[in-house]
Protein backbone atom coordinates (compact mmCIF):
# COMPACT_ATOMS: atom_id res chain seq x y z
CA UNK A 1 0.00 0.00 0.00
CA UNK A 2 1.60 3.45 -0.90
CA UNK A 3 0.83 6.75 0.59
CA UNK A 4 1.89 10.01 -1.48
CA UNK A 5 3.51 12.97 0.93
CA UNK A 6 1.36 15.82 2.43
CA UNK A 7 3.15 19.32 3.62
CA UNK A 8 1.31 20.74 6.73
CA UNK A 9 2.63 23.18 9.25
CA UNK A 10 3.09 21.53 12.54
CA UNK A 11 4.04 23.21 15.76
CA UNK A 12 6.69 22.60 17.58
CA UNK A 13 7.48 18.98 16.79
CA UNK A 14 8.32 16.81 13.52
CA UNK A 15 5.00 14.75 12.81
CA UNK A 16 4.98 11.91 9.87
CA UNK A 17 1.70 11.31 8.66
CA UNK A 18 0.18 9.21 5.20
CA UNK A 19 -1.53 11.20 3.35
CA UNK A 20 -4.85 9.50 2.69
CA UNK A 21 -6.73 8.31 5.61
CA UNK A 22 -9.17 5.66 6.29
CA UNK A 23 -10.79 3.37 9.28
CA UNK A 24 -8.11 0.50 9.66
CA UNK A 25 -9.18 -2.93 11.11
CA UNK A 26 -6.27 -4.99 13.42
CA UNK A 27 -6.04 -7.27 10.72
CA UNK A 28 -5.66 -5.13 7.59
CA UNK A 29 -2.08 -4.36 6.59
CA UNK A 30 -0.23 -4.73 9.22
CA UNK A 31 1.47 -8.00 11.14
CA UNK A 32 1.08 -8.75 14.35
CA UNK A 33 3.73 -7.14 16.82
CA UNK A 34 4.09 -3.46 14.44
CA UNK A 35 5.75 -1.60 16.11
CA UNK A 36 5.74 2.05 16.60
CA UNK A 37 8.59 4.21 16.87
CA UNK A 38 9.46 7.32 17.57
CA UNK A 39 12.34 10.26 19.14
CA UNK A 40 12.43 12.92 21.05
CA UNK A 41 14.71 15.44 22.59
CA UNK A 42 13.21 16.75 25.95
CA UNK A 43 16.30 19.44 26.16
CA UNK A 44 15.46 21.40 22.60
CA UNK A 45 12.65 22.96 21.35
CA UNK A 46 13.03 21.27 18.42
CA UNK A 47 11.59 17.98 18.65
CA UNK A 48 11.50 14.91 15.94
CA UNK A 49 8.88 12.31 15.81
CA UNK A 50 8.02 9.01 13.92
CA UNK A 51 4.44 7.95 14.19
CA UNK A 52 2.62 5.35 12.10
CA UNK A 53 -0.87 5.52 11.27
CA UNK A 54 -2.35 2.47 12.85
CA UNK A 55 -6.34 2.46 13.51
CA UNK A 56 -6.94 6.20 13.62
CA UNK A 57 -10.72 6.31 12.54
CA UNK A 58 -11.13 2.61 13.65
CA UNK A 59 -14.79 2.18 15.47
CA UNK A 60 -15.01 -1.63 15.50
CA UNK A 61 -15.37 -3.64 18.19
CA UNK A 62 -14.06 -6.29 16.85
CA UNK A 63 -11.25 -8.49 19.04
CA UNK A 64 -7.83 -7.27 19.17
CA UNK A 65 -5.49 -10.52 20.11
CA UNK A 66 -2.15 -9.56 21.92
CA UNK A 67 0.71 -11.99 22.46
CA UNK A 68 0.41 -12.12 26.05
CA UNK A 69 1.17 -15.23 28.00
CA UNK A 70 0.83 -15.17 32.08
CA UNK A 71 2.15 -17.97 33.87
CA UNK A 72 -0.20 -16.85 36.78
CA UNK A 73 -2.74 -14.20 37.35
CA UNK A 74 -4.78 -13.67 40.57
CA UNK A 75 -7.33 -11.27 42.14
CA UNK A 76 -6.66 -9.57 45.43
CA UNK A 77 -9.82 -9.50 47.38
CA UNK A 78 -12.82 -9.27 46.43
CA UNK A 79 -14.35 -6.33 43.92
CA UNK A 80 -11.02 -4.05 46.20
CA UNK A 81 -8.58 -4.73 42.78
CA UNK A 82 -8.68 -5.61 38.94
CA UNK A 83 -6.42 -8.38 38.14
CA UNK A 84 -2.91 -7.88 38.72
CA UNK A 85 -0.30 -9.69 36.62
CA UNK A 86 2.20 -11.79 38.82
CA UNK A 87 4.25 -12.74 36.33
CA UNK A 88 4.59 -12.25 32.77
CA UNK A 89 6.77 -13.91 29.58
CA UNK A 90 9.47 -11.25 28.63
CA UNK A 91 8.76 -11.21 24.82
CA UNK A 92 5.63 -9.21 25.11
CA UNK A 93 7.60 -5.77 26.48
CA UNK A 94 4.11 -4.07 26.47
CA UNK A 95 3.09 -5.02 29.12
CA UNK A 96 4.94 -4.90 32.18
CA UNK A 97 4.66 -6.54 35.65
CA UNK A 98 4.13 -5.06 39.16
CA UNK A 99 7.33 -5.57 42.05
CA UNK A 100 6.99 -3.72 45.18
CA UNK A 101 3.60 -2.35 44.92
CA UNK A 102 4.98 -0.11 41.76
CA UNK A 103 4.56 -1.17 38.44
CA UNK A 104 7.59 -0.47 36.62
CA UNK A 105 8.28 0.19 33.02
CA UNK A 106 10.81 -2.77 31.46
CA UNK A 107 14.05 -1.19 29.96
CA UNK A 108 13.58 -2.42 26.58
CA UNK A 109 10.32 -0.05 26.49
CA UNK A 110 11.48 3.06 28.71
CA UNK A 111 15.06 3.04 27.49
CA UNK A 112 15.39 1.16 24.35
CA UNK A 113 12.49 2.62 21.78
CA UNK A 114 13.10 1.83 18.35
CA UNK A 115 14.59 4.33 16.23
CA UNK A 116 14.06 4.32 12.68
CA UNK A 117 16.46 6.27 9.71
CA UNK A 118 14.98 7.87 6.81
CA UNK A 119 16.75 8.95 4.01
CA UNK A 120 15.65 12.82 2.80
CA UNK A 121 14.62 12.82 -0.51
CA UNK A 122 13.82 16.38 -0.68
CA UNK A 123 13.64 19.69 1.12
CA UNK A 124 12.35 23.38 0.57
CA UNK A 125 11.74 26.35 2.92
CA UNK A 126 8.28 27.69 3.63
CA UNK A 127 6.95 30.80 5.78
CA UNK A 128 3.68 28.60 7.80
CA UNK A 129 0.65 30.63 7.71
CA UNK A 130 1.51 32.18 11.17
CA UNK A 131 4.59 33.85 9.96
CA UNK A 132 6.44 31.06 11.41
CA UNK A 133 9.96 29.90 9.59
CA UNK A 134 9.33 26.63 9.01
CA UNK A 135 11.89 23.58 6.48
CA UNK A 136 10.20 21.08 4.93
CA UNK A 137 11.79 17.93 4.35
CA UNK A 138 10.20 15.13 2.91
CA UNK A 139 11.05 11.69 4.15
CA UNK A 140 10.40 8.06 2.14
CA UNK A 141 9.97 5.39 4.68
CA UNK A 142 11.26 2.06 2.62
CA UNK A 143 9.63 -1.28 4.54
CA UNK A 144 7.58 0.16 7.50
CA UNK A 145 4.94 -1.90 9.58
CA UNK A 146 4.86 -5.28 7.61
CA UNK A 147 5.59 -3.88 4.36
CA UNK A 148 3.30 -0.68 4.22
CA UNK A 149 5.39 1.55 2.62
CA UNK A 150 5.04 5.36 3.87
CA UNK A 151 6.09 8.80 2.63
CA UNK A 152 6.13 11.21 5.89
CA UNK A 153 6.56 14.90 6.25
CA UNK A 154 9.15 16.61 8.58
CA UNK A 155 8.13 20.25 10.10
CA UNK A 156 9.55 22.30 12.79
CA UNK A 157 8.72 25.35 14.36
CA UNK A 158 10.48 27.22 17.78
CA UNK A 159 8.08 27.37 20.68
CA UNK A 160 7.49 30.71 21.53
CA UNK A 161 8.07 32.64 25.20
CA UNK A 162 4.93 31.37 26.82
CA UNK A 163 4.91 28.06 25.54
CA UNK A 164 8.44 27.22 26.86
CA UNK A 165 7.61 29.10 29.95
CA UNK A 166 3.89 26.88 30.11
CA UNK A 167 6.49 23.24 29.55
CA UNK A 168 8.71 24.33 32.40
CA UNK A 169 5.96 24.66 34.86
CA UNK A 170 4.38 21.69 33.72
CA UNK A 171 7.11 19.46 34.23
CA UNK A 172 7.79 21.06 37.47
CA UNK A 173 4.00 20.07 38.71
CA UNK A 174 4.92 16.12 38.29
CA UNK A 175 4.69 13.86 40.95
CA UNK A 176 6.95 10.66 41.49
CA UNK A 177 5.92 7.78 42.85
CA UNK A 178 8.44 4.44 43.17
CA UNK A 179 10.74 6.94 40.81
CA UNK A 180 8.93 7.10 37.96
CA UNK A 181 6.17 9.87 36.84
CA UNK A 182 2.83 8.87 38.12
CA UNK A 183 0.87 12.66 37.38
CA UNK A 184 0.88 16.16 38.36
CA UNK A 185 -0.69 18.18 40.97
CA UNK A 186 -3.55 20.14 40.27
CA UNK A 187 -1.73 23.57 41.17
CA UNK A 188 2.08 23.78 41.94
CA UNK A 189 2.07 27.51 43.46
CA UNK A 190 4.77 27.62 45.82
CA UNK A 191 3.81 30.41 47.32
CA UNK A 192 0.70 28.78 48.85
CA UNK A 193 1.33 27.91 52.26
CA UNK A 194 -2.30 25.98 52.36
CA UNK A 195 -2.86 23.84 49.48
CA UNK A 196 -6.07 21.68 50.41
CA UNK A 197 -6.33 19.08 47.96
CA UNK A 198 -4.74 20.80 45.27
CA UNK A 199 -1.63 19.16 46.15
CA UNK A 200 -3.36 16.20 44.81
CA UNK A 201 -3.12 13.95 41.51
CA UNK A 202 -7.20 14.51 40.36
CA UNK A 203 -7.94 12.18 37.14
CA UNK A 204 -10.09 14.56 35.76
CA UNK A 205 -7.55 17.39 36.06
CA UNK A 206 -4.35 15.20 34.86
CA UNK A 207 -6.42 14.55 31.10
CA UNK A 208 -5.12 17.78 29.44
CA UNK A 209 -1.60 16.92 31.11
CA UNK A 210 -1.43 13.61 29.80
CA UNK A 211 -2.66 14.73 26.51
CA UNK A 212 0.14 17.03 25.87
CA UNK A 213 2.35 15.04 26.66
CA UNK A 214 1.25 12.23 24.31
CA UNK A 215 1.39 15.21 21.95
CA UNK A 216 4.61 15.78 22.61
CA UNK A 217 5.82 12.00 22.24
CA UNK A 218 6.15 11.31 26.22
CA UNK A 219 4.20 8.11 26.72
CA UNK A 220 5.84 7.03 30.31
CA UNK A 221 3.86 9.46 32.54
CA UNK A 222 0.53 8.36 30.56
CA UNK A 223 0.74 4.84 31.13
CA UNK A 224 1.90 4.84 34.82
CA UNK A 225 -0.95 6.59 35.93
CA UNK A 226 -3.18 4.72 33.67
CA UNK A 227 -1.96 1.69 35.45
CA UNK A 228 -1.67 3.04 38.56
CA UNK A 229 -4.94 4.45 38.90
CA UNK A 230 -6.42 1.00 37.91
CA UNK A 231 -4.56 -0.22 41.18
CA UNK A 232 -6.55 1.99 42.99
CA UNK A 233 -9.95 1.23 41.24
CA UNK A 234 -12.43 0.11 44.06
CA UNK A 235 -10.54 0.22 47.33
CA UNK A 236 -12.20 -0.55 50.87
CA UNK A 237 -12.62 3.28 51.05
CA UNK A 238 -15.92 4.22 53.17
CA UNK A 239 -18.20 7.29 53.97
CA UNK A 240 -20.18 6.55 57.42
CA UNK A 241 -19.41 2.51 57.05
CA UNK A 242 -20.73 2.24 52.69
CA UNK A 243 -18.12 1.29 49.97
CA UNK A 244 -17.70 3.00 46.74
CA UNK A 245 -19.57 1.01 44.51
CA UNK A 246 -17.28 -2.09 42.73
CA UNK A 247 -15.45 -0.29 39.63
CA UNK A 248 -15.39 3.43 40.84
CA UNK A 249 -12.52 5.44 40.09
CA UNK A 250 -10.95 7.94 42.72
CA UNK A 251 -11.41 11.43 42.24
CA UNK A 252 -7.65 12.07 43.23
CA UNK A 253 -4.73 10.35 44.94
CA UNK A 254 -1.82 11.35 46.79
CA UNK A 255 1.82 10.03 47.07
CA UNK A 256 2.39 9.71 50.84
CA UNK A 257 5.72 8.07 52.54
CA UNK A 258 4.68 6.18 55.56
CA UNK A 259 7.16 3.70 58.19
CA UNK A 260 7.81 0.61 56.50
CA UNK A 261 6.11 -1.96 58.71
CA UNK A 262 6.08 0.11 61.86
CA UNK A 263 10.03 1.15 61.33
CA UNK A 264 11.49 4.68 61.99
CA UNK A 265 14.41 4.34 59.95
CA UNK A 266 12.69 2.80 56.53
CA UNK A 267 9.83 4.06 54.36
CA UNK A 268 7.69 3.69 51.36
CA UNK A 269 5.96 5.22 49.40
CA UNK A 270 1.89 4.60 49.10
CA UNK A 271 -0.91 5.83 46.86
CA UNK A 272 -3.79 7.37 49.14
CA UNK A 273 -6.56 7.53 47.05
CA UNK A 274 -9.99 9.75 47.75
CA UNK A 275 -13.09 8.75 46.30
CA UNK A 276 -15.26 11.58 47.80
CA UNK A 277 -14.94 10.55 51.53
CA UNK A 278 -13.14 13.84 52.05
CA UNK A 279 -13.71 15.72 49.42
CA UNK A 280 -16.41 18.41 49.70
CA UNK A 281 -19.51 17.53 49.98
CA UNK A 282 -18.21 13.85 50.57
CA UNK A 283 -19.64 13.23 46.67
CA UNK A 284 -18.10 10.24 44.76
CA UNK A 285 -16.77 11.39 41.63
CA UNK A 286 -18.72 9.81 38.40
CA UNK A 287 -16.87 11.75 35.50
CA UNK A 288 -13.72 9.97 36.69
CA UNK A 289 -13.52 6.06 35.37
CA UNK A 290 -15.44 8.31 32.30
CA UNK A 291 -12.30 10.26 31.99
CA UNK A 292 -10.03 7.03 32.76
CA UNK A 293 -11.88 5.09 29.75
CA UNK A 294 -11.38 8.19 27.42
CA UNK A 295 -7.40 9.19 28.40
CA UNK A 296 -6.96 4.93 27.91
CA UNK A 297 -8.37 5.01 24.04
CA UNK A 298 -6.12 8.61 23.13
CA UNK A 299 -3.07 6.76 24.70
CA UNK A 300 -3.30 4.02 22.40
CA UNK A 301 -4.38 5.67 19.06
CA UNK A 302 -1.41 8.23 19.95
CA UNK A 303 1.57 6.04 20.82
CA UNK A 304 0.16 2.93 19.02
CA UNK A 305 0.70 0.57 21.99
CA UNK A 306 -2.54 -0.86 21.74
CA UNK A 307 -1.04 -3.97 23.87
CA UNK A 308 -1.56 -1.80 26.78
CA UNK A 309 -5.69 -1.99 26.45
CA UNK A 310 -5.51 -5.63 25.61
CA UNK A 311 -3.73 -6.67 28.99
CA UNK A 312 -5.93 -8.93 31.33
CA UNK A 313 -5.89 -6.09 34.56
CA UNK A 314 -6.95 -3.02 32.13
CA UNK A 315 -10.11 -4.89 30.66
CA UNK A 316 -11.37 -6.06 33.33
CA UNK A 317 -10.98 -2.52 34.72
CA UNK A 318 -12.93 -1.54 31.43
CA UNK A 319 -15.82 -3.77 32.08
CA UNK A 320 -15.95 -2.68 36.21
CA UNK A 321 -16.46 0.86 34.84
CA UNK A 322 -19.10 -0.44 32.41
CA UNK A 323 -20.97 -2.77 34.09
CA UNK A 324 -21.17 0.07 37.15
CA UNK A 325 -22.51 2.14 34.76
CA UNK A 326 -24.82 0.20 33.35
CA UNK A 327 -26.14 -1.00 36.10
CA UNK A 328 -30.20 -1.58 36.69
CA UNK A 329 -31.73 1.10 38.88
CA UNK A 330 -35.59 2.71 39.20
CA UNK A 331 -34.39 5.29 36.22
CA UNK A 332 -36.68 5.12 32.65
CA UNK A 333 -34.28 7.23 30.88
CA UNK A 334 -30.77 6.10 28.86
CA UNK A 335 -29.50 9.12 30.54
CA UNK A 336 -27.29 8.56 34.40
CA UNK A 337 -28.79 9.87 37.40
CA UNK A 338 -26.24 10.92 39.32
CA UNK A 339 -26.06 13.69 42.45
CA UNK A 340 -24.63 17.33 42.74
CA UNK A 341 -21.41 17.99 42.53
CA UNK A 342 -20.23 14.72 41.01
CA UNK A 343 -18.20 15.95 37.62
CA UNK A 344 -15.91 19.52 37.23
CA UNK A 345 -18.75 21.06 38.83
CA UNK A 346 -18.10 19.39 42.09
CA UNK A 347 -19.84 21.86 44.62
CA UNK A 348 -23.86 22.55 44.67
CA UNK A 349 -25.07 24.19 41.66
CA UNK A 350 -28.32 22.26 40.54
CA UNK A 351 -27.33 19.75 37.83
CA UNK A 352 -28.44 16.67 40.09
CA UNK A 353 -30.59 14.62 37.78
CA UNK A 354 -29.13 14.07 34.33
CA UNK A 355 -26.62 16.40 33.35
CA UNK A 356 -25.48 17.39 29.99
CA UNK A 357 -21.97 16.80 30.98
CA UNK A 358 -22.30 13.15 32.62
CA UNK A 359 -24.09 12.67 29.78
CA UNK A 360 -21.42 13.32 26.72
CA UNK A 361 -18.62 11.32 28.72
CA UNK A 362 -20.66 8.68 29.54
CA UNK A 363 -21.40 8.82 25.80
CA UNK A 364 -17.74 9.17 24.82
CA UNK A 365 -16.65 6.31 27.42
CA UNK A 366 -19.28 4.26 25.63
CA UNK A 367 -17.74 4.54 22.37
CA UNK A 368 -14.18 4.13 23.11
CA UNK A 369 -15.02 1.03 25.27
CA UNK A 370 -16.54 0.05 21.85
CA UNK A 371 -13.15 0.08 20.17
CA UNK A 372 -11.34 -1.33 23.10
CA UNK A 373 -13.10 -4.20 24.68
CA UNK A 374 -11.75 -7.82 23.53
CA UNK A 375 -15.08 -9.89 21.87
CA UNK A 376 -15.52 -13.05 22.91
CA UNK A 377 -18.21 -15.41 24.64
CA UNK A 378 -17.65 -13.76 27.80
CA UNK A 379 -17.91 -10.04 26.25
CA UNK A 380 -20.55 -10.75 23.84
CA UNK A 381 -23.66 -9.35 26.38
CA UNK A 382 -21.78 -6.48 27.93
CA UNK A 383 -21.04 -4.94 23.69
CA UNK A 384 -24.92 -5.81 23.66
CA UNK A 385 -25.77 -3.70 26.07
CA UNK A 386 -23.52 -1.18 25.48
CA UNK A 387 -24.42 -0.69 21.51
CA UNK A 388 -28.50 -0.71 23.16
CA UNK A 389 -27.55 2.30 25.09
CA UNK A 390 -24.83 4.07 22.90
CA UNK A 391 -28.34 4.27 20.23
CA UNK A 392 -30.81 5.04 23.13
CA UNK A 393 -28.71 7.55 24.90
CA UNK A 394 -27.64 9.65 21.44
CA UNK A 395 -31.18 9.53 20.36
CA UNK A 396 -32.63 10.86 23.57
CA UNK A 397 -30.44 13.52 24.13
CA UNK A 398 -30.54 14.59 20.49
CA UNK A 399 -34.23 14.73 20.53
CA UNK A 400 -35.39 16.08 23.97
CA UNK A 401 -31.74 17.90 24.70
CA UNK A 402 -31.55 19.78 21.48
CA UNK A 403 -33.00 23.83 21.60
CA UNK A 404 -33.10 26.21 19.24
CA UNK A 405 -35.58 29.07 17.77
CA UNK A 406 -37.60 26.70 16.78
CA UNK A 407 -37.87 24.28 19.59
CA UNK A 408 -38.59 27.00 22.31
CA UNK A 409 -41.34 28.16 19.91
CA UNK A 410 -42.48 24.51 20.48
CA UNK A 411 -42.27 24.76 24.32
CA UNK A 412 -44.09 27.76 24.37
CA UNK A 413 -46.74 26.39 22.90
CA UNK A 414 -46.80 22.90 24.90
CA UNK A 415 -50.04 21.73 26.16
CA UNK A 416 -49.29 19.96 29.61
CA UNK A 417 -50.94 17.21 31.21
CA UNK A 418 -50.84 15.10 28.54
CA UNK A 419 -51.41 11.45 29.56
CA UNK A 420 -51.09 9.02 26.50
CA UNK A 421 -48.37 6.99 24.74
CA UNK A 422 -47.95 9.97 21.80
CA UNK A 423 -48.01 12.53 23.82
CA UNK A 424 -45.99 15.38 21.97
CA UNK A 425 -44.82 17.17 25.86
CA UNK A 426 -43.61 13.88 27.19
CA UNK A 427 -41.71 15.11 30.56
CA UNK A 428 -44.90 17.34 31.03
CA UNK A 429 -42.59 20.50 30.56
CA UNK A 430 -44.34 23.97 31.65
CA UNK A 431 -43.83 26.65 29.00
CA UNK A 432 -43.66 29.11 32.12
CA UNK A 433 -40.45 27.39 32.59
CA UNK A 434 -38.53 29.29 29.60
CA UNK A 435 -36.61 31.97 30.98
CA UNK A 436 -36.74 35.66 30.24
CA UNK A 437 -32.99 36.09 29.66
CA UNK A 438 -33.30 32.80 26.82
CA UNK A 439 -35.90 34.58 24.78
CA UNK A 440 -33.69 37.47 23.72
CA UNK A 441 -30.23 35.77 24.15
CA UNK A 442 -31.19 32.48 21.35
CA UNK A 443 -29.70 33.53 18.15
CA UNK A 444 -31.85 32.51 15.11
CA UNK A 445 -28.90 30.80 13.55
CA UNK A 446 -28.00 28.46 16.08
CA UNK A 447 -29.02 26.18 18.97
CA UNK A 448 -27.47 23.99 21.80
CA UNK A 449 -27.89 20.79 24.17
CA UNK A 450 -29.61 22.09 27.58
CA UNK A 451 -28.04 21.67 30.87
CA UNK A 452 -30.46 18.67 32.04
CA UNK A 453 -33.68 17.09 31.72
CA UNK A 454 -35.94 15.64 34.09
CA UNK A 455 -39.86 15.32 34.75
CA UNK A 456 -41.63 18.57 34.64
CA UNK A 457 -37.74 20.51 34.37
CA UNK A 458 -35.26 21.57 31.90
CA UNK A 459 -32.29 23.27 33.12
CA UNK A 460 -31.76 25.93 30.13
CA UNK A 461 -28.70 27.01 30.87
CA UNK A 462 -25.46 26.82 28.49
CA UNK A 463 -22.77 24.46 30.10
CA UNK A 464 -19.75 24.56 27.72
CA UNK A 465 -17.99 20.90 28.91
CA UNK A 466 -21.18 19.04 27.69
CA UNK A 467 -22.15 20.76 24.44
CA UNK A 468 -18.39 20.70 23.32
CA UNK A 469 -17.42 17.08 24.29
CA UNK A 470 -21.27 16.39 22.67
CA UNK A 471 -19.22 17.64 19.72
CA UNK A 472 -16.24 15.96 19.97
CA UNK A 473 -18.06 12.31 20.53
CA UNK A 474 -20.59 12.72 18.03
CA UNK A 475 -23.18 12.91 21.04
CA UNK A 476 -25.18 15.25 18.42
CA UNK A 477 -25.85 15.31 14.79
CA UNK A 478 -23.40 17.19 12.35
CA UNK A 479 -25.97 19.76 12.27
CA UNK A 480 -26.71 20.42 15.57
CA UNK A 481 -22.89 20.40 15.93
CA UNK A 482 -22.44 23.07 13.68
CA UNK A 483 -25.54 25.06 15.05
CA UNK A 484 -24.12 24.87 18.91
CA UNK A 485 -20.41 26.46 17.35
CA UNK A 486 -22.66 29.41 15.52
CA UNK A 487 -24.01 30.12 18.69
CA UNK A 488 -20.81 30.26 20.52
CA UNK A 489 -19.31 32.80 17.42
CA UNK A 490 -22.65 34.59 17.88
CA UNK A 491 -22.44 35.23 21.36
CA UNK A 492 -18.79 35.84 21.58
CA UNK A 493 -18.92 38.45 24.27
CA UNK A 494 -20.76 36.36 26.78
CA UNK A 495 -19.16 33.18 26.28
CA UNK A 496 -16.02 34.16 25.70
CA UNK A 497 -15.04 37.87 26.53
CA UNK A 498 -11.69 38.59 28.24
CA UNK A 499 -11.33 35.19 28.56
CA UNK A 500 -12.59 31.66 27.18
CA UNK A 501 -14.77 29.67 28.03
CA UNK A 502 -17.83 29.91 30.65
CA UNK A 503 -18.43 27.12 32.30
CA UNK A 504 -21.83 27.68 32.23
CA UNK A 505 -24.17 30.64 30.94
CA UNK A 506 -25.73 32.77 32.71
CA UNK A 507 -25.18 32.88 36.47
CA UNK A 508 -27.43 32.22 39.16
CA UNK A 509 -28.19 35.56 40.85
CA UNK A 510 -30.17 37.05 44.07
CA UNK A 511 -32.81 34.56 45.21
CA UNK A 512 -32.33 31.80 42.70
CA UNK A 513 -28.62 31.68 43.75
CA UNK A 514 -29.60 31.13 47.46
CA UNK A 515 -32.12 28.48 47.26
CA UNK A 516 -30.02 26.75 44.12
CA UNK A 517 -26.32 27.04 45.82
CA UNK A 518 -27.38 27.27 49.40
CA UNK A 519 -25.73 30.89 49.41
CA UNK A 520 -22.36 28.85 48.56
CA UNK A 521 -19.74 31.46 49.32
CA UNK A 522 -17.62 30.32 46.47
CA UNK A 523 -20.10 30.20 43.90
CA UNK A 524 -21.21 33.23 43.83
CA UNK A 525 -23.00 34.77 40.37
CA UNK A 526 -20.58 35.20 37.60
CA UNK A 527 -17.56 33.43 40.02
CA UNK A 528 -15.83 29.88 40.28
CA UNK A 529 -18.44 26.94 38.45
CA UNK A 530 -21.28 30.35 39.15
CA UNK A 531 -20.85 31.12 35.19
CA UNK A 532 -17.16 31.78 36.02
CA UNK A 533 -14.81 31.80 33.39
CA UNK A 534 -11.99 28.69 32.68
CA UNK A 535 -9.03 28.56 30.72
CA UNK A 536 -8.90 24.76 30.88
CA UNK A 537 -11.44 24.28 28.52
CA UNK A 538 -9.84 25.78 25.52
CA UNK A 539 -8.40 22.45 24.88
CA UNK A 540 -11.83 20.48 24.38
CA UNK A 541 -12.91 23.66 22.39
CA UNK A 542 -10.15 23.45 20.12
CA UNK A 543 -10.78 19.71 19.16
CA UNK A 544 -14.04 20.42 18.83
CA UNK A 545 -13.33 23.65 16.27
CA UNK A 546 -10.96 21.21 14.84
CA UNK A 547 -13.62 18.46 14.17
CA UNK A 548 -16.21 20.94 12.81
CA UNK A 549 -13.67 22.71 10.11
CA UNK A 550 -13.34 25.55 11.92
CA UNK A 551 -9.70 26.32 13.29
CA UNK A 552 -10.14 29.67 13.11
CA UNK A 553 -12.60 29.73 16.04
CA UNK A 554 -10.08 28.03 18.10
CA UNK A 555 -7.48 30.60 16.93
CA UNK A 556 -8.85 33.63 17.74
CA UNK A 557 -9.63 32.15 21.71
CA UNK A 558 -6.53 31.09 21.88
CA UNK A 559 -5.13 34.44 21.17
CA UNK A 560 -7.49 36.26 23.64
CA UNK A 561 -5.84 33.49 26.49
CA UNK A 562 -2.34 33.60 25.38
CA UNK A 563 -2.73 37.67 26.36
CA UNK A 564 -2.75 37.27 29.93
CA UNK A 565 -2.55 33.93 31.27
CA UNK A 566 1.77 34.35 31.68
CA UNK A 567 0.81 37.73 33.13
CA UNK A 568 -1.53 36.73 35.75
CA UNK A 569 0.28 33.48 36.36
CA UNK A 570 -2.02 30.94 35.10
CA UNK A 571 -5.24 31.42 37.20
CA UNK A 572 -7.71 28.37 37.81
CA UNK A 573 -10.88 30.46 36.67
CA UNK A 574 -11.74 34.19 36.35
CA UNK A 575 -14.86 36.10 37.48
CA UNK A 576 -17.14 39.31 36.48
CA UNK A 577 -19.26 38.62 33.14
CA UNK A 578 -16.29 39.53 31.04
CA UNK A 579 -13.54 37.69 32.78
CA UNK A 580 -12.19 40.73 33.55
CA UNK A 581 -10.57 39.68 36.94
CA UNK A 582 -8.41 36.84 37.79
CA UNK A 583 -10.94 34.39 40.29
CA UNK A 584 -11.44 35.63 44.10
CA UNK A 585 -10.30 32.28 45.14
CA UNK A 586 -8.48 30.83 42.38
CA UNK A 587 -5.14 29.15 42.41
CA UNK A 588 -2.38 30.01 40.77
CA UNK A 589 -0.35 28.28 38.40
CA UNK A 590 -3.34 26.18 38.02
CA UNK A 591 -1.65 22.73 35.96
CA UNK A 592 -4.76 21.97 33.49
CA UNK A 593 -4.81 25.42 33.11
CA UNK A 594 -1.25 25.36 31.84
CA UNK A 595 -1.65 21.71 29.87
CA UNK A 596 -5.12 23.06 28.24
CA UNK A 597 -3.41 25.95 26.72
CA UNK A 598 -0.37 23.92 25.59
CA UNK A 599 -2.61 21.04 24.16
CA UNK A 600 -5.01 23.73 22.73
CA UNK A 601 -1.83 24.97 21.25
CA UNK A 602 -0.23 21.49 19.58
CA UNK A 603 -3.61 20.71 18.44
CA UNK A 604 -4.13 23.72 16.33
CA UNK A 605 -0.43 23.09 14.76
CA UNK A 606 -0.76 19.57 14.00
CA UNK A 607 -5.09 19.37 13.31
CA UNK A 608 -4.71 15.81 11.90
CA UNK A 609 -4.34 14.73 15.69
CA UNK A 610 -7.76 15.58 16.84
CA UNK A 611 -8.58 12.31 14.95
CA UNK A 612 -6.96 10.59 17.61
CA UNK A 613 -9.34 12.06 20.08
CA UNK A 614 -12.92 12.33 18.58
CA UNK A 615 -15.50 10.08 17.53
CA UNK A 616 -17.04 10.35 13.83
CA UNK A 617 -20.91 9.71 13.49
CA UNK A 618 -21.57 6.02 13.42
CA UNK A 619 -24.35 4.86 11.41
CA UNK A 620 -24.17 1.25 12.52
CA UNK A 621 -25.67 2.47 16.16
CA UNK A 622 -28.45 4.62 14.44
CA UNK A 623 -29.35 1.86 12.13
CA UNK A 624 -29.46 -0.23 15.16
CA UNK A 625 -32.80 -0.79 17.31
CA UNK A 626 -32.43 0.49 21.30
CA UNK A 627 -35.56 -1.14 22.04
CA UNK A 628 -36.97 -4.64 21.56
CA UNK A 629 -38.87 -5.08 18.80
CA UNK A 630 -42.95 -5.61 19.79
CA UNK A 631 -46.56 -4.79 19.04
CA UNK A 632 -47.28 -3.45 22.45
CA UNK A 633 -48.39 0.02 22.70
CA UNK A 634 -45.70 0.56 25.63
CA UNK A 635 -43.32 -0.18 23.26
CA UNK A 636 -42.17 2.10 20.28
CA UNK A 637 -38.64 2.00 18.51
CA UNK A 638 -36.72 5.45 18.52
CA UNK A 639 -34.68 3.53 15.28
CA UNK A 640 -36.57 5.95 12.81
CA UNK A 641 -36.66 8.99 14.98
CA UNK A 642 -32.33 8.56 15.12
CA UNK A 643 -31.90 7.74 11.73
CA UNK A 644 -33.86 10.82 10.59
CA UNK A 645 -31.22 12.85 12.63
CA UNK A 646 -28.66 12.07 10.30
CA UNK A 647 -27.79 14.27 7.47
CA UNK A 648 -26.65 13.27 4.43
Given amino acids: MSYSPEKRIFGGHHWFFPSSRRPYHLTEGLSQGAKVSFYHSNFSPKRRFFISEIRCNSTTAEQHTGNQGFESIYVQGIGVKPLVIEKIEEQNPGVSGKSDSCVQESDDLRDSEEIRSFNSSESSEETGASGDHVRFEEIRAPEVSGGVEENRVSIEREESAIEKEAWRLLNAAVVNYCGSPIGSVAANNPADNSPLNYDQVFIRDFVPSALAYLLK ?6 RNFLL ?23 ASF ?24 SAIGRVAPVDSGLWWIILLRAYGKLTGDYALQERVDVQTGIKLILNLCLADGFDMFPTLLVTDGSCMIDRRMGIHGHPLEIQALFYSALRC ?11 KNLMRAVNNRLSALSFHIREYYWVDMKKINEIYRYKTEEYSHDAVNKFNIYPEQIPSWLVE ?7 YLIGNLQPAHMDFRFFSLGNLWAIVSSLTTPEQAESILNLIESKWDDLVGKMPLKICFPALEYEEWRIITGSDPKNTPWSYHNAGSWPTLLWQFTAACIKMGRPDMAKRALAVAEKRLSKDLWPEYYDTRSARFI ?15 LTAK ?43 QVLV
Avoid at 228 to 250: A, F, I, N, R
Avoid at 373 to 379: C, E, L, M, S
Fill in 228 to 250: HTLQLQSWEKTVDCYSPGQGLMP
Fill in 217 to 222: GDREIV
Fill in 441 to 447: WIPDKGG
Fill in 254 to 277: KVRTVPLDGSHEAFEEILDPDFGE
Fill in 583 to 597: GKQARLYQTWTIAGF
Fill in 369 to 379: AREMITINDGT
Fill in 602 to 644: MLLDNPELACMLTCEEDLELLEGCSCPLSASPRTKCSRNAARS
